[in-house]
């Protein structure tokens, strides 16, 4: 393989641009048991936001809202509501990252800084992909604070329960009709990543909602982007739906791996966090399908967790609800059994509960 030009370590931490930081940590603490661990704001000397920052195992979510009207945290939330800005990314040397994107024509989100606090020094610099969204480089190998310099530790006020949340699986954005192309071409050419699997149209649509998507990794697969356009159905793609409540292109969901679905799905279900449905005779065909798991398949359909095999091994998967009011970004619960690929068997299933979604806000 070619010389990677933009070794990366793996998923720094996600930042989410939100209406209500404070009332947003207590979800994700509770309901996706994520502990809390630092916090910058007022109280720490930042006067025009206040940012919660949440870790369960190499996972870390940053909750950020904006104090003032005047403030570009302000404008996106009001233009896109609560969404991911920020898709960070973990690399030795901070500097010539943003140098080797720039240079292969990468547009600076911010130039690298060197940021420092009592705990030492960590470099940021910064690259603007689809939409608003930017991918921050982040070095911190002279780092032992709990973040970021500035942000102070911060632990959670009631008894965390963690759910076997493990690591960022992988990071889908949802782009324009006829851009999805564009942007796979700027993350070959731009950041080194190469292509990874296409889905057309005849692999994920439903009489309807339609879309197109390419999965693009770095050199050592830590990072996926899939990347979904709408593509032509009778009726409105579940990404254009995204796209007129997102007013652009966005981050459309999250995957966290977890060891232990069952376990992890039970809790969330427990703690209220709303799932996609499918119906119960997807269960009808799963043995055949997929094959021996590990798992009962009655958990399975309790719980409604998908499955689906390929040539490597099988996974189990499950997508929440948007988890804001705007029908916009959501979560998928994934557990790989040696399967590396992203459940395609379920696309169908998956897209027609998505439309049931759809309908019941008005929007197919
Ligand atoms: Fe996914």
Known sequence: MAHDFLPING??????????????????QYAFGFDLVAYAGPETGVRDRASYVLRQNKITLVLTSALHPESEISEHVKRHGDGVKVLALWVDDARKS????????????FEPKVLTDEYGEVVVSSIKTYGETIHTFVERKNYKGPFLPGYKPRKSTFKVQPIGLKYVDHCVGNVELGSMNRWVEFYEKVMGFSLLVTFDDKDISTEYSALMSKVVANGNGYIKFPINEPAQGRKKSQIEEYLDFYHGPGVQHIAVATDDIVFTVTEMRKRGVEFLYVPETYYEDVPQRVGKINESLEDLRKLNILADRDEEGYLLQIFTKPVQDRPTVFFEIIERNGAKSFGKGNFKALFESIEREQALRGNL
Not at 19 to 24: P, R
Not at 98 to 109: D, I, L, N, P
Request: aromatic share 16%; charged share 20%.
């Open 11 to 28: 998923t720094d931490h996600i930042e989410f641009y939100v209406g209500n930081a404070k009332q947003a940590a207590v979800f994700y």
């Open 98 to 109: 943003f140098q080797e994107t720039v240079s292969r024509g990468a547009e600076a989100a």
